[in-house]
């Protein structure tokens, strides 16, 4: 079946610490994004990719990272100098280019901060 | 600017009765217009679409019509069951980038 997946379903962040998710598709998809969902908000968009080796800053870039090396994956790594990053992380994807194509999501990963 | 608004929620309603959600959005252009829906602790998953004016979007029962004359796309459905409760977040489509609305919860009661 094709589809998206992230893992893990639950991460749990250490102070000073810097965690990777991670993000999958097997739909031979052009374009990667990442979400933040904060409870009872909508989705704010942090980093987007519209081809392998190039990304761009989406709305609340910083205090995270990405890497886009191979069409399937677009890890996002959330640094420590993300002072608030508990929520829930989306990553989607779609055939991109300029027609507007319809995202797909993945499950999300729950950021837990200990 | 290029935003979408749409109605807070909570909306409670009973089982059987009709729903609408609305939605407008501001953009130049002819933008493509979703409506998503997300269960508890999921991702979002695709409702329905339309991609240019005058369109209708169907999907389980819900549908929304792209209307531009009055910026809307606003979600309905004739008779709501319990297990349609969950978030619907409305959304654009602005070239390589989406725009969406900040989710309405429904929840249906028996």
């Known amino acids: 079946d094709g589809g998206i997946t992230q893992s893990p379903k639950y991460l749990f962040r250490k102070e000073g610490q810097n965690v990777t998710l991670s993000c999958e598709q097997n739909l031979n998809h052009d374009a990667m994004y990442w979400y933040r969902q904060d409870p009872g908000q909508g989705l704010r968009l942090i980093y987007y990719?519209?081809?392998?080796?190039?990304?761009q800053k989406g709305d609340i870039a910083e205090g995270y990272s990405v890497s886009r090396e191979k069409k399937e994956s677009f890890p996002l790594t959330v640094t420590s100098a993300q002072k608030n990053p508990t929520a829930f992380y989306l990553c989607a994807s779609s055939s991109g280019g300029q027609r507007q194509e319809t995202q797909y999501f993945g499950p999300g990963t729950r950021l837990l901060v200990l | 600017g290029n935003s979408v608004t749409q109605m807070e929620g909570p909306v409670t309603l009973s089982e059987e009765a009709f729903l609408t959600i609305n939605c407008t959005y501001t953009?130049?252009?002819?933008?493509?217009l979703f409506w998503y829906v997300q269960y508890p602790g999921e991702g979002l998953q695709l409702l329905l679409k339309?991609?240019?004016?005058?369109d209708k979007g169907s999907n389980k029962g819900f549908e929304a019509t792209y209307r531009k004359e009055t910026t809307s796309f606003h979600l309905e459905k004739g008779s709501v069951q319990v297990s349609d409760s969950a978030v619907y977040f409305c959304?654009?489509?602005?070239?390589?980038?989406?725009?969406f609305g900040s989710g309405t919860k429904l929840n249906v009661k028996p």
């Open positions: 990719s519209q081809i392998v080796n190039d990304f």
């Open positions: 339309a991609t240019k004016a005058d």
């Open positions: 959304a654009r489509g602005n070239f390589n980038k989406f725009y």
């Open positions: 953009a130049t252009g002819y933008p493509s």
